[in-house]
Every structure is written in C-alpha cells, then in structure tokens.
C-alpha cells in the first residue's frame, strides 16, 4: 500500500478529534474531508506561521514567494468522468449559463499528480532562491509529502528531516512531519526506521488522536516485518489505552484481518481496580509516656 493509499485510509468520519492541546476548531469541524498531513491543512498551516515569521525584506520575499507556491495545492483537479457517463448525459447536466473561466495560472490540473509535478517543480525552484530562510526550510514539509505521493520516499526524507530539526515538539506540523518520515521509511523497507519515526510520534503527542496513531503504526510495521503476534498485541493495547480513539477503530479492523489468517488474538489486559490495590495498614501511633 503506498502512500497516498495510507493517507486515504486515515480519512474516516470522526478521525480528527482532537490535534493537540490547542485543537484546531477548523479541523475538527472538516475532519471527515482530511487526512493526516493533507494539502490544505499543511498549507493554511504553514501559510499562518510563514506570515507570522515575516521580518527583514529579505525574509518577507522569501515568504510571499512561497506562499504563492502554496496555493498550487489549493487549486482544483478536474473531475474524472463517471465509467458509465454518457456524453448525452454531460450535455443533459451542462449548466445553462456560460461557465466561468478560471483567472491565469488558477486552471484545473487534469490530475493530482500533475497538480504534484507543478508544485515540486515550483517549490524546488522557491526553495533553491531562498535557501536557508525560515520561510524555505517550511516549505520543506509539504515538497517531501509531495516527492512521496510521486513514489520518491529517498528525495522526501532529507527535507522532512530538514524540517524536523528545525522545529520542536510544540510545532502543530511535526505530527506529519514524523508521519511522513515514517511512511518515506516503511516505502523503502526500512521498517527499523520506520517504527522509529512512529514511535516518537507517540511520544511526543500526548492527545488520544495523535499518539494513538503512532501506535496504529507501531502495530502496521510490526505486521509488516512478520511478526502477527506482536502486532496483535500492539493492537490490543492500543484499544485498551485509547477505547474512543479513531486508531482503536483502526486497529479492531486490523485485529479482524490477523484473526482471519490464523494469528492468535490475545485478551486485552483489564485495568487495575482500587480492589487490586495492596492494603495499607496504617503505622502505629506512639501515644507518649
């Protein structure tokens, strides 16, 4: 499964509950229409934080530059005709008045990937200008989501690694950023790597959603290096620590698939009850002379 296929299946109702401490009220209200590290919201994102960074004229250039280039992402793809489309059937639904042509340089892409190729092409160009600026080294998250999406996991991981550094645990962006890294890793069958990557996405998020996800991860790499018992009871795990979560929901499907090859479920671990607790026997008071 590539990438761009994980990312679909990532986009279920309700997945994007919560996104950080400070969730982002726009992300929950258009979950169902998202995935981690989509377009639009890297984009809008980085948008926010390159203006907000804007200082020397220098550095307000490089921002505006990429700016531009982040509205490749925003433009629409033309939508692809019904297998059982007839012609009479597109002439039939032909709105009556003159279509409205798109303003130069904002027409429909014929596909997303070559939406993808003008925006790696642009972007590289932005980047080698501006090389060094704050604004540049931004850009570098959304070109290697791209350079992914286009099947070169090799030329994503230096830019997403770029990005890491220079960001920390509080950036609303690192979350795809080590979901990239690790995706980038799982394409090439570095799965070490990979759980590396996912693995400090849990670690580093602390809401059911997000470190969730990167022990939904945990349990696909696991799988994926061929150990089914490990997995499941990553899995397991998983819904026993975040019951609510849009990863448990994932990992029950997974859970359903290892069981139907033959792997062995094992009973999730119930949760310690005050009735578990030993008894504390109260020391003995000294009452004095």
Do not use: C
């Not at 209200?29 to 377009?39: A, E, I, P, Q, S």
């Not at 489309?85 to 027409?107: L, S």
């Not at 993808?116 to 200008?129: G, L, P, S």
């Amino acid at each position: 499964m590539g990438y761009k296929d994980k990312q679909k299946e990532l986009q279920a109702p309700d997945e994007f509950q919560k996104l950080g401490e400070q969730a982002v009220p726009w992300l929950e209200r258009h979950g169902k229409n998202l995935g981690f590290g989509v377009l639009g919201l890297v984009a809008v994102l980085l948008v926010i934080s390159i203006v907000r960074s804007m200082g020397s004229g220098a550095e307000e250039k490089a921002s505006q530059d990429v700016s531009n280039v982040l509205r490749v992402l925003a433009r629409d793809v033309k939508p692809k005709p019904a297998a059982d489309a007839k012609p009479e059937d597109a002439a039939k639904d032909a709105p009556d008045t003159a279509e409205v042509k798109p303003a130069p340089g904002e027409e429909p892409f014929a596909s997303e990937a070559e939406r993808d190729a003008e925006f790696i092409k642009q972007a590289t160009e932005v980047r080698q200008k501006h090389s060094g600026k704050p604004a540049a080294v931004r850009a570098a998250l959304p070109l290697a989501q791209a350079l992914l999406r286009a099947g070169k996991p090799g030329e994503a991981v230096p830019l997403v690694d770029e990005f890491l550094r220079a960001t920390d645990a509080n950036d609303p962006l690192r979350a795809a950023a080590l979901e990239a890294r690790g995706y980038a890793m799982e394409a090439q069958g570095k799965y070490d790597d990979a759980l590396s990557a996912f693995d400090q996405l849990a670690r580093e998020n602390k809401t059911d959603f997000l470190k969730g996800m990167g022990l939904y991860h945990r349990g696909r790499i696991l799988e994926l290096k061929g150990d089914g018992t490990a997995a499941a009871k990553q899995f397991v795990d998983l819904q026993g620590q975040s019951p609510e979560s849009a990863a448990a929901r994932l990992a029950k499907d997974r859970l359903a698939l290892l069981a139907a090859k033959g792997v062995a479920i094992p009973q999730p671990v119930a949760p310690p009850t005050a009735a578990d607790a030993p008894m504390m026997v109260p020391a003995a008071v000294d009452a004095g002379p």
